[in-house]
Each structure stands twice: as C-alpha cells, then as structure tokens.
C-alpha cells in the first residue's frame, strides 16, 4: 500500500517530516519499505503557457514553441505529437534539473534556439506503467487553466513524498487511507476527519428500477448498488489522476477513476456496471455452475468451478465477484448510465478464485482478507456523489440491496494485569485505555478489567493476546523493559550429530577443489525422469514455466546444467557438488517425501598442474575417490561397497556403480553416457548422487584409537586369471572372507586384458597385507593363512598365474 504524505494530510493533518513519520510507524509495527520523494532532483519547474505552435523549418517532428513562464515568454523546441497551443504545460527553465541528474541549459536543435524543456509525466519521475493513455507518447497537458509560473509540482500534486507500506497478512485495515489515518492518529493523535458524501438523491421515473437477489447468504452476506445516471465519460480531475498515479494505478477515465480512488480511501472494492449493457432489471448473486463460462474484461473466455462467486443478471454472468467483470458490461466511452456495486463476499472463495485463475487485483486483495462492514455503505455513497461532482451524474433514488450488514463492534473483555504480566510493564488502567482510544477503540474500565469495542475495521482483533500487542505498539515498544532471562541449568550451545556431519562433508568436498551450487528444487517434466527410477514427479498447479514445473526428483539435471553454462563460457574444467532435497511423489492428497541428498559432477580436469604436465581426468575413479574419501571422514567406509550397475540410461554401462550401505542402496557414481554428454555438449563427465539422510542416521558412538603397530607388515601379490565380468569387489571380498586373522588390507593394484590372455578374460592382481600387532609374522604363519585365501579364490572360479 502506497501512502501519499499530501493525500494523508487531507484526513489527519501530521505536521512531522516525511523521516519522523516513516520512522514511526515503522515503530509502530507497520514498516515503511520505501519513501518515494517526488520532489527529489527537481529545480526551477514551473507552469508554462503555450501561445503559438510553428513546425520547425528543418525538422519534421519538431515544433517550435512560445512559451510563457510567468516572468518571461521564451522559445522552446519540442517534440511530442500532442504540444498544441494556447495549453498549460509543465516547463523546466533554463538552469532546471529533472530526475536522473539531467541539466536544463540554453541550446540550438537543428538552428533553432531552445530556452527550457516541455517536460511529460515520465521525465518528472512518474513510472510508464502509471500515465495516462494520453499522455504516453507526448507531454503533459493540465486540463484546466492555471497560474502561469508557480510550480509546477504543486501543480500536480507532486510537491510530496510518498510510504510504500510492507503489510503483514494481518493488517488488511492499513490497505487504505482510513487505515493509515487512524494509524496516524494512534501514533500522532490528533483526529481523523473521514471526507463527505454530500449527495442529492433524485426521484427515480420508473425506468431505472432494478432489484438485488442473493441465491446463497453463505457467497454474498450483503450486496448493495445505487444506479447514478447521465454520466459524462471524460478524464477525472487532475487531483485524482495524480492521486492514483502515486498510489500505482493507472488513471483510465471518470468513473473507473472514481471506483479506484473510493477504494484506496476506504479499502472497499467498488465496480461500475454499464446499467443499459446489464441486460435485466434485476442482479443475481449466486455460486457458478460447475464448467460455466464467462468472458471477463481481459477478453478471455474463463471456464469455472462450483466454488466462484458470480454475479449474474438472472440468466448469465456479468461479473466474477470480488475477482473481475464481465467484458459485455464494462463501462465504455459510450455508458451514460452506471450501476455502483459495494458487496461482502466470501473471502475464502475469493481467494481461491483468484489463485487459480491467476487474477490478482487490488479488489481482490482486499476482498480475500475481508473487507470492513462499517466501509460498504459509506463507499457506496461517497462513490455516487463523486460521480455526481465529477460526471455530471444524477443520483436515482436510494440504495437497493439484500442481505445484512454486522455494524455492531466486537468485545474483548482483558485485564491490566493480564497486559502487564505479558508486557513486563506495570501500566495503569487509565494509561491502557488511553493508549487503545488513540487507535479508536472505546475501552469501558470496571476496576482493574477492560471491556473493549472493536469495530469491524479492526476485524483482525479477536483475542486478549491482540489487544495487549496493541497496548505494546502505540505504547512504544522501545518503551519495554529489558532484563536478563535467569538460568536454573545452564547448557552450553552445539552443533547437533548431523550438523557436524555436514559441516565435515562441505568441508572435505571443498578441500578435493568442488565448489558449492545452489539451484531451484523446481525443474522440467523430463529432467524429472533422469538419473532416477521414478517416473513421476511432483507436479505444481500453476508452474511459472514448464522449465519449473516439477519437484526434481534427482540432483544430476541441475548439476549438468551448471556445467554446461560454465562450458559455453570457456570454463572447461568444472567439479561442483549441491546438498539440497529431492522430493518422492506418494500420490495426490498426500505430502511427499523430501529426502536430503548430496550431488556432485566432474567434468574436464582435476588437479592441473601446468608447469608439470599432470592433471587426473574426470572419470568413475574420481567420483569414486571422492564418495570413498567422504565415507572414510564419516567413519563408514567398512560398510560401503560398490555394485556395477546398468539402471541409468543415461549414465555409461560398464562404467556406473550403485553404492551400498551395508545392504541397503544409497546412490550411484559413474560417468554419463557418451551420447547423452555429447547431447549436453559435454565431454567425459563422472557424477555421483548420495542419501545424505541414511548416512546422518548412522551413529558411529564413541570412538576407539589404537597404538601404530611397531611390528612390520607382510605383503603378498596375487595375479588371477577370472572372466570379464567378475568384479574386483567380489574378489575381495572372497579374500576377506577367507582370512581369519592378520589380514589388514586388500587392493587391485592391476589389470590387464589383450595378449595371452583368453578371450573374454582379464588379469588381474591384488596385493594382501598382513599384521600381527603383537609380533612379527613368520613365515609359516603367513602361509598358513595365505593359503586358505588362495584356495578360495579358485573355488570360486578364480585361476592363479
């Protein structure tokens, strides 16, 4: 909600500069994001009169302009289409700054002398989005004569400063200038003088009866409209317009003018129906039939649910309550006569009309909060008699409507010790009554006990909780003592099990050279089905595009894709992790389950040294090394195994293994397809994806250090002979098995396929070590261990050189 200082000035006069004020209310509990000053940058702009126009004898689109200042008449070379003569202009003189930092100087366009410039509405700072049809393209042109040579932003209205405020969901009654008035007042005092509605009410002839009909109390508690005809469709004052331009509403004309302008004073939505175009002499409110349609004012055809309000003129819809109106009863350039609706309507249908058709508005902002009862009337009326000051309209007879309007105010019955106990503080009952008047509410005290008054625009009062916050904002919350809490038993601060489990991962990532990536959990439809077995994700109901359409189910399609952005760059060489949440689908109702997971991509290669020549390429050994390098840090690496796998099509067939924790499967490393790296213009890339949740559930215990041996280790290569398709992990396991004691490693050091070695085999050598920690191994020892391992490495298939 942006609120004008001059606009706020009209219903509570605050005579503070726009700093204080800001400060304030930000004390208040309602911060101010932004203050916009519009006088900011801005020197010597004055009104001007244009006396004469001549096109500018070398140059096409240029005109030359007498303009008088007030002191003096000058020539001015403009080029906006719609300069014309004998109109009041905004001018910045000679020697005048606009915002941006732009100097005003003398100077000659194509030979002509140019003393100023005739400014538009966007050189003075005022957003595109903001001005007017038509003045868009070309100056701006006051559409009323005034005093040549004063300023200019007095003028226009501009001679202000504007708060952008950053409301809480709570604080519906602040979206409008009643509501930043009686906060005003709260904080400031003074009194808030509500603006008149002063209108003339015209004996209705008989052809301008209607009738109002709610189907359904539940969809429209009360719905109220007064008919105002021989309206002058023309553009609303200039106050008006300028008024609704700092608001950030784009002013059209009179009367969608008007409804705009009576809901920012009053945070009522208003709509103006075009009373011939409605087609009946009678409203209908009821709930949409389900797949009814309707074509609404941005000319689309909606289709909707039993759930959407409409309003309907007995036979069709004309309007989707609270949301947005019907294109056939639009006021136009040609409506004479308007219908004003003022209406409740539900406000969680509103909401949820407005979510999924993707149509918000300032109406319906309002409306999906509740709107304050005591309001309705009053904007009806003050609507009318705006239109009837402004568009020349007749007011005919009263208001017609169904339903009921709840003007009583709630009560809250709390204590002084109920807000003292919670506040810390020891106020009077007369100090918080006074402190809940200045926000309006009339508080009855009996002894030490409080009867409050809540008017329905303070609706989000409902608990004693509320009115002590109240008490602690107008109060000062500054105001509020501070002590130091007392310790019965002290507990000194830590991190948790997991905490400290993924402080060591980043860092042992971040030590092998991976840099961290943080993407969107969102991603695209078929990237969803990558790297995973499920084929299904996540769907959103209304997706900002297809690229962000799904919950990922997988870790990799992000990674590649940072890879391939840092590749299209001339950054080859990439190695980057993410821990972040992918999020498994249990069917629509039902919340998914979200599961931490660590990804990792190498591409290029590692560990360059130029001056030596030496790198490491990306490939399955280096995933590996840096999953196996994580596990040895975590303390699991016992537990972890590997088994070649061919579940990914788009990873490498013979060079992708599952990673296992014990026997249960917790991630994959291996290196992409060669076509699918090819397709992401990639070249030899490994990757690797981890449950971190399963590795963070294993609790290691107490951990026990063991005295180095001071006896030495026995090593014994073995070389086998075994088919291609035996893994090295089958094969030492087999040894692990088979060595009951002294065995304290195991590992390939080689192997070798090509030359006497038969088709569809491979060699391949592994290097045993042995220690006895309380004495030095013999010989005969040795073999009488050694020997079992040999023995069942060849039953089980296994032939040694």
């Known amino acids: 909600m942006k609120v004008s200082k001059e606009w706020l000035n009209e219903w509570i006069p605050v005579d503070v500069s726009i700093d204080e004020l800001s400060e304030k209310i930000t004390r208040g509990g309602i911060e101010v994001d932004e203050v916009i000053d519009y006088t900011e940058g801005i020197k010597n702009l004055v009104v001007g009169y244009v006396e004469s126009v001549e096109e500018h004898p070398e140059a096409d689109r240029l005109k030359v302009c007498r303009v008088n200042t007030g002191e003096e008449t000058s020539q001015i070379v403009c080029g906006a289409p719609n300069v014309r003569a004998d109109s009041y202009v905004i001018v910045s003189k000679v020697g005048g700054r606009l915002p941006g930092g732009i100097k005003i100087k003398r100077a000659k366009l194509r030979g002509q002398v140019s003393e100023g410039m005739i400014c538009s509405l966007e050189e003075l700072g005022i957003p595109e989005d903001y001005v007017p049809k038509e003045y868009q393209d070309g100056i701006f042109i006051f559409n009323r ?132 175009k409605i087609g009946s002499d009678g409203i209908v409110t009821r709930f949409a039939s389900q797949d009814e349609k309707m074509t609404t004012l941005d000319g689309k055809e909606r289709s909707l649910m039993d759930s959407d309000i409409v309003i309907t003129n007995g036979r069709e819809p004309i309007a989707l309550a609270g949301v947005m109106g019907g294109a056939f009863s639009e006021v136009t350039e040609s409506t004479t006569n308007v219908l004003i609706e003022s209406a409740l309507f539900n406000p969680v249908s509103i909401r949820k009309t407005s979510n999924r058709l993707n149509l918000r508005s300032e109406a319906s902002a309002r409306f999906e909060k509740g709107v304050s009862h005591e309001f309705v009337p009053e904007a009806l009326d003050r609507a009318a008699y705006l239109l009837e000051k402004y568009a020349g309209g007749r007011v005919i007879g009263g208001v017609v409507s169904d339903g009921e309007l709840d003007l009583e105010d709630s009560e809250i019955t709390v204590t002084a010790e109920f807000i003292n106990s919670r506040l810390g503080m020891e106020l009077s009952v007369a100090e918080i009554a006074e402190s809940l008047s200045r926000l309006g509410l009339e508080a009855k005290t009996d002894g030490g006990s409080l009867s409050i008054s809540v008017p329905s625009r303070r609706d989000d009062l409902k608990i004693r909780e509320d009115i002590t916050e109240e008490v602690a904002r107008i109060y000062g919350y500054d105001a509020l003592p501070s002590s130091l809490p007392e310790y019965s038993v002290i507990t000194p601060g830590k991190l948790t099990d997991e905490q400290k489990k993924v402080r060591i991962i980043r860092h042992q990532l971040e030590a092998l050279g991976l840099s961290q990536a943080i993407n969107y959990a969102l991603t695209s439809r078929e990237k969803s089905k990558q790297f995973t077995d499920r084929t299904e994700g996540l769907e959103l109901l209304m997706p900002m595009s297809e690229d962000h359409a799904v919950l990922r189910n997988s870790m990799i399609p992000h990674l590649i894709d940072n890879a391939v952005y840092n590749a299209n760059r001339q950054q080859k060489d990439v190695q980057l992790y993410e821990l972040g949440r992918v999020f498994v689908s249990r069917g629509e109702g039902n919340q998914p389950e979200e599961i931490e997971m660590l990804g990792g991509i190498l591409t290029g290669e590692m560990n360059r040294t130029d001056w030596l020549g030496a790198s490491v390429p990306a490939d399955f050994y280096a995933a590996k090394g840096i999953a196996d390098s994580l596990f040895e840090k975590l303390g699991l690496a016992d537990n972890i195994s590997y088994r070649q796998t061919e579940g990914y099509e788009e990873m490498h067939p013979g060079r ?146």
């Open 145 to 276: 004569d005034q005093n040549i040579g004063t300023d200019a932003l007095s003028a226009l209205y501009l001679d202000d400063q504007v708060m952008d405020f950053d409301l809480t969901p709570n604080r519906k009654d602040a979206l409008s200038m009643a509501g930043a008035a009686y906060e005003t007042r709260a904080l400031f005092g003074g009194e808030v003088s509500r603006p008149g509605s002063p209108l003339t009410e015209h004996a209705d002839n008989g052809d301008g009866a209607f009738s109002i009909k709610n189907e359904d109390a539940d969809a429209v508690p009360y719905y109220g409209a007064r008919l105002v005809k021989n309206v002058e469709i023309k553009p609303a004052p200039v106050w008006m317009q300028i008024r609704l331009i700092k608001a950030g509403i784009r002013p059209i004309n009179n009367v969608v003018d008007i409804s705009n302008y009576v809901l920012l004073e009053f945070g009522q939505p208003l709509h103006m129906f075009d009373r011939d």
């Open 656 to 801: 992708t293994a599952d990673i296992h924790l014990g026997g249960e499967k917790i991630g994959f490393a291996g290196e992409l397809h060669p076509k699918f790296a090819e397709d992401n213009d990639l070249n030899r890339t490994a990757v690797f994806e981890i449950n971190i949740d399963r590795l963070l559930d294993v609790k290691n215990g107490i951990i026990v250090y063991e005295q180095l041996s001071k006896y030495p280790t026995i090593t014994r290569d073995v070389a086998l002979i075994v088919e291609r398709s035996v893994t090295a992990d089958e094969l030492i396991q087999t040894v692990r098995t088979a060595a009951s004691k002294y065995l304290e490693d195991v590992f390939v050091f080689d192997v070798y396929e090509g030359d006497n070695v038969a088709e569809g085999m491979k060699s391949l050598a592994l290097r045993l070590t042995y220690l006895n920690k309380e004495q030095t191994l013999t010989d005969e020892e040795i073999e009488a261990v050694h020997t079992p391992v040999l023995k069942a490495l060849e039953e089980n298939g296994a032939e040694i050189r």
